[in-house]
Antibody, heavy 118, light 110 residues
């Protein structure tokens, strides 16, 4: 089954950019799969951030759209998230997940906590 | 987009059945059969227990079942067990090519 692993800084300064990468194993990033980012603030619920397809298609949460960039690196079999102008409200566990086109986030990474603080 | 509405908490005794509702709109739950239910234990990533309204992935107990009527989806857990104590979230694909989650339900086995 697909294995996903998030990586990136655990601490980001306010007004800075949060950058995370999701490494994909046991599957090709160029398959018929949508690659997603989600997050969960401590003690709160899940929030979908956005998705990308290797062909370049994608979409994102309207509430975050102006600050979010999601990209694919086929050569490294990974995809990335950039979230700019962060505030303390962006502190959360960030997950990457795969969607095989059936509306479900089928496989998940273990999650990585990103704290926004000076 | 607004979060789907779930009860904050549901409890039951071992062996009982409980149902969790997930209410959306005609732009999400009511629009497609792309409703998914997730189970999340503390400090763990969510896992799919029901996809496409009522499909149960391989390895998921048949005690979990899903359904939908109009803009409301439901998850039923029968024969409640101690390990079912967790947070449960619904999600839906929307007509705007986005995804929205439910507010989450904490299930307690008393």
């Amino acid at each position: 089954q697909v294995q996903l692993q998030e990586s990136g800084p655990g601490l980001v300064k306010p007004s800075g950019t949060l950058s995370l990468t999701c490494g994909v194993s046991l599957a090709s990033i160029s398959g018929h799969v949508w690659w997603n980012w989600l997050r969960q603030p401590p003690g709160e619920g899940l929030e979908w951030i956005g998705q990308i397809h290797h062909s370049g298609g994608g979409s994102s949460n309207p509430s975050l759209k102006s600050r979010v960039t999601i990209s694919v690196d086929k050569s490294k079999n990974e995809f990335s998230l950039n979230l700019n102008s962060v505030t303390a409200a962006d502190t959360a566990v960030y997950y990457c997940a795969s969607n095989p086109g059936t509306g479900q986030f089928q496989y998940w990474g273990q999650g990585t906590l990103v704290t926004v603080s000076s | 987009q607004s979060a789907l509405t779930q009860p904050a908490s549901v409890s039951g005794s071992p062996g009982q059945s409980i149902t969790i509702s997930c209410t959306g709109t005609s732009s999400d739950v009511g629009a497609y059969n792309y409703v998914t239910w997730y189970q999340q234990h503390p400090d763990k990533a969510p896992r799919v227990i029901i996809s496409e309204v009522s499909n149960r992935p391989s390895g998921v107990s048949n005690r979990f079942s899903g359904s939908k009527s109009g803009n409301t989806a439901s998850l039923t857990i029968s024969g409640l067990q101690a390990d079912d104590e967790a947070d449960y979230y619904c999600s839906s694909y929307t007509t705007s090519d986005t995804y929205v989650f439910g507010t989450g339900t904490k299930v307690t086995v008393v």
